[in-house]
């Protein structure tokens, strides 16, 4: 498990990590990344995520409770 919350334009969410200012397998484009989304298997727009800013659904993704 990563130490970030990572979320793609389509709304999948994973665990990974992000260092800032560094990036070897995406392209940076200010604060988002175009990468590899393993969730959705598709290549989209990354970003940082609050926990906050969680839907109910993507909290059970990650933590798996309510």
Known sequence: MGDTIIE??????????????ASVTTIKLGPRRLGWCPVGRHVSLLRRTDESQLTPAQRRELFGDT
């Open 8 to 21: 793609c334009g389509k709304g999948h969410v994973r665990w990974g990590t992000w260092v800032l200012g």
